[in-house]
């Protein structure tokens, strides 16, 4: 019987074969593509409605006018006016902004100076400021947080004046859920 490690038995082990390779296709058809996840969402925040989201830096400072398709973050300064509608703009903790906003949902954990307008709805946090009038279908002012100006609850789907409820600086709001 042969054994491998017996002296004077030194064949070379014999290569293996070439496999033959499959021909790359020739059609034009496209490939399925491999899905992206989006980009995590800010802490506290939903995803936005393309799951993309653009960032404005603590050291940019942007004039003039704002417009996409896609979510905002603001940690910058910015003056001018902000339209993403459909979108989201989150005004960050050293976000600065003199300007006037049209998005689905403005969150403002900076400052704001300038006119809010959202299909859905006006968040200011604890730590949030904001000085201008605001439309939108809802609105939340968390404890701690500053507010000066107007409100205008206008009801999804409402066109202009219709479904709208006006609150007035000094008059007193009623809640209900």
Known sequence: M???NQPGSTTPPTPEPQRPTTPAPTSFEPTPATPVRPAAPVAGSAPSATGEQATIGKSLIVKGEVTGSESLYIDGKVEGAITLPGNRVTVGRNGQVAANISAREIVVLGKVRGNCQASDRVDIRSEGSLTGDVIAA???IEDGAF??????????????????EKVSAG???AINS
């Not at 409100?151 to 004046?161: L, N, Q």
């Open 171 to 173: 008059e007193p709001i």
């Open 2 to 4: 042969w054994k491998p």
């Open 138 to 140: 809802r609105i939340s």
């Open 147 to 164: 507010f000066k100006g107007g409100i205008d609850i206008r009801k999804p789907g409402a066109g202009e004046g219709k479904g709208l």
